[in-house]
């Protein structure tokens, strides 16, 4: 699988197992109090000792100082920081871990925005009024495709096993984020749907090298005649 695979909301350690069984990248821990996925930075620990070397651990902040950044780190264990609604980037530089930034994406939203950002790896996720995340609503992937211009692009919002394979196809984006869309409740995974997720994933790419694959073979045809 080509694409990287972050399993956000994670709050239970059978959750985190079952996705790095499946083939996540990353395990994503929301330390935003007002988030039904919320999870202690301490009781996040306890998990993040469970993973192994390769799987990467991502915390969650909002509108947070470098100062309380740093003090996740320390008692989480985390070692990457998704960062929702700063409004002073450069509080970041010289973080100790990575730092990505998170755009919400409105109808308003015009990927030219990105340009000049510190940030060289951005999430693009949905607006929706009152929330961070975990909506489950898509925004238009057109946007993500021209936002590729200025980064490496994590695509969010609204994914499910029906669609993300629509998703590979149309955004090839560097890296795919997922909460809602393999929840039985919020922050209680649906192994069933993760296996789904998945499934779908390795499919679209499968069927993205055998197109790539005849592309290639009428070109040289084509040079041959």
């Not at 499910?160 to 922050?187: F, H, M, Q």
């Not at 997720?197 to 993205?208: C, D, G, K, L, P």
């Amino acid at each position: 699988m080509n694409t990287k695979v972050k399993i956000c909301g994670i709050t239970r350690i059978e959750d985190a197992d079952a996705a790095m069984r499946e083939g996540a990248a990353a395990i994503g821990f929301i330390f935003v109090r007002s988030s039904p996925r919320f999870i202690e930075p301490d009781q996040a620990k306890e998990i993040i000792r469970s993973l192994p070397p390769f799987v990467t651990p991502v915390g969650v902040a909002a509108k947070t100082s470098r100062s309380e950044a740093l003090a996740v780190v320390a008692n989480s264990g985390i070692r990457c920081l998704q960062l929702h609604e700063t409004t002073h980037d450069d509080d970041f530089n010289d973080f100790p871990i990575p730092v990505y930034r998170v755009y919400r994406v409105s109808a308003d939203f015009r990927p030219e925005q990105l340009r000049g950002s510190k940030f060289r790896t951005f999430m693009l996720d949905t607006f929706v009024e009152g929330t961070l995340g975990g909506s489950g609503r898509t925004f238009d992937w057109d946007v993500a495709v021209q936002a590729k211009r200025y980064g490496r692009v994590i695509l969010s919002g609204g994914l499910t096993p029906a669609n993300v394979g629509d998703a590979i196809r149309l955004v090839s984006p560097y890296a795919i984020d997922v909460s809602s869309g393999v929840e039985k409740s919020p922050g209680k995974k649906d192994h069933k749907k993760l296996q789904q997720f998945f499934e779908a994933i390795v499919e679209a790419e499968r069927n993205q090298v055998v197109e790539n694959s005849g592309t290639q073979n009428y070109n040289n045809g084509t040079e041959v005649e």
